[in-house]
């Protein structure tokens, strides 16, 4: 029965300052604790009157209540104490669940929350029920369903903008350290955590100044703590840094939180881990330089150095690794590069298993060279910051919300390869086993919660169960140290154990309203006005979390399955492959988020023969597959199709299902997509589909595909055009609209602007200072910031890698098509690989596809753009890729182990093989191999009458220096492959003359 009076209290909430404050009262009383009552009132139209009074201005331009500015003293009046009341009972609307949601935003509650009148107000309670508000609309939102007007991404999207970050800024910015700042900062870190998690969003938390105001406030715990180097304050004088060193916290209430929201912000941008590293604040504190302890003079000093981007120099003063155990180098465990031991498809849309170039993962050719122009001459060293974290998730063993955050940074760190090499052992030692500690406890302290209370004690008993297995995932991926390490530490059995558990029946949950002998009519309810009508009910929290734990669970698995036929088999023993199964079928426990990391575990499986012909098989993974290759999503898609090139193999049991289920029509559609990680991924896949198979298989496929676009994928830079295209579009309109709107000189460099817009005038931001002109050490650190963002995120290099991509692939499929060709009554047959060469000479153009493969092999004259402060345009010049010449020599190869009149058409592309004359001193050892084995071909003789033309055939190799160039192999080449290759080769070529 309700209390008060619904028309009495509507009236009161209208009226007069002291009489709104009796009616909040009130209905702060009646409503606390009660979730009917709250429906009740929401059916009345309470809300709106609230709203009102937390920011009257955004309805009456003249309430009683507004005061200027030059009267707002620190005084609490009525009138705040009725905004502080209206902001308490909103946040206890949002608590109320996501089925409050619809009618909060129809009353535009959270812009009213957002405004200045509340989150710059003068009064800390004020600003600390807005946040709670925000906080409480945000974790609602976690549990809302995807009809619901406020939802993860979309409140991310109101408050990660310029306008709303600002007071966020000024907040954390806030000196000197107080409880109720530590408070706010507690709520704005736990928003950003929990809401950052796109790349847009990130962006926007770097140039607002968030990024480098979360790091003061870690310096201040670091001050606090007692951590902050020796001599530190003396060479923050020295290089202008005085002013950055943080006064220390007051305490840890809110350090959980800062850590969770850096490494939301950070992601898998090696751009934004260095700018974590690079901050004023750290650097003050934590300053790289040798240091001598026996004299306080500041003669002792040198210079603060920049932690390395590529560290390898290991200072003699590091007093931050004296914190961690001793851990003698290694010689004898080696690291295996993964690109000499994954099989084709083997990462993320089609590429490495990681975003991240790290220690353990070989970088292409220009990424070698972005890092030589990105880092300074000579060695550098890593950034203290590095082993300090190691030693805090150590020491904050008992925390576990602490040790979540801490290691999600210390991740982030290493895989941007931030850190020395050898701490990847130290990783393995002192980082995995606390991981799967915090994993085995928390599981056990699971067990005892009660599935009804969701309270703060409840959520951080779970929040490692969800949040654990996805670092761990990114931490091991491309390491096989690192998987090694998490093997033995029992995370198999660990991380399946979560998975089943996630994926078996759920529990009984009630109804998260309370019973009412009034019964909600939908048709009386669509009467009422959208502020008065309750939205759906969303999903329980707890079936969230199951949700969680199963997408986290599956990324640990997949990247666990990365290398290691052992370490697959033991996965499948722990009979989780049905459960895996299951997750790859859209549903409602069964989101997009987790149907990608079960397409990703299912390829990291497929790479083991055995399971790929028995477990998937037996399970029937090939069936959801090929659906999803059809999903509206293209992520799903990209997904799928990268998932299906290992069951596509020729020695897979799946390939004819497969082809009957129509994946052969799928995959060429796909393509043609706009999307180039689709396009790259199905080109791979088509590329194992057709290797050995019959020769009416790979027609089918040329046909399907058809070869014009298949002469496209392979010869156009496509995406590049298509940028190339769209910018000099967008500075005709630049250049148009400025005639047509100014008199005025000019900019022909405007447009690349546009192109250039991640780049501010500045990577500092500081509300009170400015950066002193004698701060060398940060111009020095904007610089390399400045190089790393663009080359991290420049859409010109993306759409040339693209490009580069995708013809590899196209150049593989040809090769694959021309190579093992038979049909199903002769396999083998040198008439079928005959047929299949000619085919591909008629439908692609026999001249055609030689000059093809020869403009594969030169230097690349890349599209010119205009430079702001230049005297014009800036060609560049790209060498021919490793990849790319392995491809293009490799169908020379098949073409020339074809009929002698294949092998004259092949001698006679002059301009070709000068071409690849050039290449026997290249560093790629396949290539030299590849060489070797044209060589051998072209000088083959099937029978006598062949003879003249094989001689033939070697003179005209001799003639363009092959024979010297094959010596030189025999002689002093490196690798034993390559000289008894180019032994062979020899010996053939030689007696042909």
């Not at 309430?63 to 009525?78: A, I, K, Q």
């Not at 090939?622 to 990209?638: G, K, N």
């Not at 501010?760 to 004698?774: L, Q």
């Not at 030299?928 to 003179?955: E, F, K, M, P, Y």
Request: glycine share 4%; with cysteine.
């Amino acid at each position: 029965m309700m209390v008060a009076d619904p028309q009495s209290i509507l009236a009161k909430l209208g009226a007069s300052t002291p009489e709104r404050l009796v009616a909040l009262r009130c209905l702060k009383n009646e409503l606390v604790g009660h979730s009917q009552k709250k429906e009740d009132w929401v059916r009345y139209g309470v809300l709106r009157p609230i709203v009102r009074i937390i920011a009257p201005e955004a309805y009456e331009a003249n309430d009683e209540d507004t005061r200027p500015s030059f009267l707002t003293l620190s005084t609490f009046t009525d009138g705040d104490a009725a905004k502080l009341q209206a902001l308490q009972l909103l946040a206890t609307f949002a608590n109320a669940g996501p089925a409050f949601l619809s009618p909060l935003h129809a009353v535009g509650a959270l812009p009213a929350v957002l405004s200045s009148s509340c989150l710059l107000n003068e009064h800390n309670t004020i600003v600390l029920a807005a946040l709670r508000v925000v906080r409480d609309i945000a974790a609602a939102a976690e549990y809302a369903s995807s009809s619901s007007p406020i939802t993860p991404a979309s409140l991310a999207d109101s408050l990660f903008t310029d306008h709303n970050l600002e007071p966020f800024y000024r907040i954390l910015s806030r000196k000197p350290p107080s409880v109720n700042n530590d408070a706010q900062t507690q709520m704005i870190a736990c928003l950003i955590k929990s809401l950052c998690r796109e790349e847009r969003h990130q962006s926007v938390l770097v140039s607002s100044g968030i990024l480098d105001a979360l790091a003061t406030k870690l310096a201040s715990f670091i001050a606090f703590n007692g951590q902050v180097l020796p001599r530190a304050e003396m060479l923050a004088r020295s290089e202008g840094l005085e002013d950055y060193i943080p006064a220390p916290a007051i305490s840890h209430s809110s350090l959980n939180g800062v850590l969770g929201a850096i490494a939301s912000i950070i992601g898998e941008s090696p751009y934004r881990a260095c700018k974590l590293i690079y901050s004023p604040s750290i650097l003050a504190i934590l300053p790289l330089a040798d240091i001598d302890l026996t004299t306080n003079s500041m003669a002792g000093l040198k210079l603060m150095e920049l932690p390395g981007i590529r560290p390898t120099k290991h200072m003699t003063f590091q007093p931050m690794d004296l914190l961690l155990p001793y851990n003698p180098p290694q010689v004898n465990n080696t690291v295996i590069p993964p690109s000499s031991v994954l099989r084709e498809g083997q990462g993320h849309n089609g590429r490495s298993a990681s975003k991240y170039p790290n220690s353990t993962t070989p970088r292409t050719q220009s990424e070698d060279n972005s890092a030589s122009n990105n880092d300074s001459d000579g060695e550098e060293a890593e950034s203290p910051l590095i082993p300090l974290l190691i030693c805090a998730i150590r020491s904050w063993r008992t925390r576990g919300g602490d040790v979540l955050g801490a290691t999600a940074i210390l991740t982030s760190l290493f895989k941007a390869g931030l850190a020395y090499k050898t701490r990847e052992s130290d990783l393995g030692l002192l980082i995995i086993p606390i991981i799967l500690n915090i994993l085995t406890e928390a599981d056990m302290s699971s067990k005892l919660s009660d599935l009804n209370d969701w309270g703060s004690n409840v959520s951080s008993r779970l929040l490692p169960i969800e949040e654990m297995p996805a670092i761990l995932a990114r931490l091991i991926t491309d390491s096989e140290l690192l998987q090694k390490a998490a093997f033995e530490c029992n995370a198999v059995k660990v991380l399946c154990k979560l998975l089943k558990e996630s994926c078996g029946p759920p529990p009984s949950l009630p109804k998260s309203w309370s019973w009412s002998p009034h019964s909600r009519s939908q048709d009386t309810t669509d009467e009422l006005p959208p502020e008065c009508r309750l939205g759906e009910e969303g999903q329980h929290r707890h079936l969230v979390h199951r949700i969680n734990v199963r997408q986290n669970t599956l990324k640990a698995l997949g990247a666990l399955a990365t290398y290691k036929d052992d370490y697959r088999k033991v996965i499948v023993d722990q009979e989780v492959i049905p459960c895996i199964v299951e997750s790859l079928t859209p549903a409602p426990d069964n989101p997009i988020s987790v149907v990608l990391a079960a397409c990703y575990t299912v390829r990291m499986l497929s790479r083991s023969v055995n399971i790929l012909r028995t477990t998937l098989v037996d399970h029937g993974v090939s069936a959801p597959l090929c659906q999803l290759l059809r999903h509206r999503d293209v992520e799903v898609q990209v997904a799928a199709s990268a998932s299906v090139c290992n069951l596509v193999m020729d020695f897979s049991p799946m390939r004819e299902p497969l082809i009957e289920a129509g994946v052969l029509k799928a995959l060429c559609e796909h393509a043609h997509s706009h999307h180039a990680s689709l396009r790259l991924n199905s080109l791979w896949a088509l590329k194992h589909l057709v290797h050995s198979a019959s020769v009416e298989l790979k027609k089918r496929t040329v046909e399907e595909l058809e070869s014009g676009w298949l002469v496209r994928l392979i010869c156009d830079d496509t995406e590049d055009d298509a940028l190339f295209s769209a910018k000099t579009r967008s500075e005709r309109e630049a250049a148009q609209d400025t005639l047509d709107d100014m008199d005025e000189d000019i900019d022909m460099g405007l447009a690349e602007d546009q192109y250039r817009t991640w780049l501010s005038a500045s990577f500092y931001k500081t509300p009170a200072i400015r950066v002193p002109s004698d701060a060398q050490i940060l111009r020095r650190a904007e610089g390399r910031l400045e190089n790393l963002r663009e080359a991290e995120i420049n859409p010109i290099r993306k759409a040339r890698h693209d490009d580069l991509a995708i013809q590899e692939q196209g150049l593989g499929l040809i090769r694959n098509l021309i190579g093992g060709a038979h049909s199903s009554s002769n396999a083998d047959s040198p008439n079928d690989t005959t047929e299949m060469i000619d085919f591909l000479f008629s439908t692609l153009g026999q001249d055609r596809l030689f000059e093809i493969l020869a403009s594969k092999l030169r230097v690349k004259v890349l599209h010119p753009f205009s430079q702001r402060n230049g005297t014009g345009t800036e060609t560049r010049i790209l060498p021919p890729q490793t990849k790319i010449i392995e491809s293009v020599i490799y169908i020379l190869v098949h073409i020339a182990a074809s009929i002698p009149r294949h092998r004259q058409l092949v001698i006679s592309q002059t301009e070709l093989l000068k071409q690849l004359a050039k290449l026997f001193n290249n560093q790629d050892r396949e290539v030299r191999v590849a060489l070797c084995h044209l060589i051998n071909n072209l000088t083959w003789q099937d029978n006598a009458n062949d003879s003249h033309g094989c001689s033939q055939r070697a003179s005209e190799l001799k003639k363009l220096g092959f024979l010297t160039k094959l010596e030189a192999l025999k002689e002093g080449d490196d690798e034993l492959d390559v000289r008894e290759r180019a032994k062979s080769a020899l010996w053939q070529m030689k007696p042909a003359f």
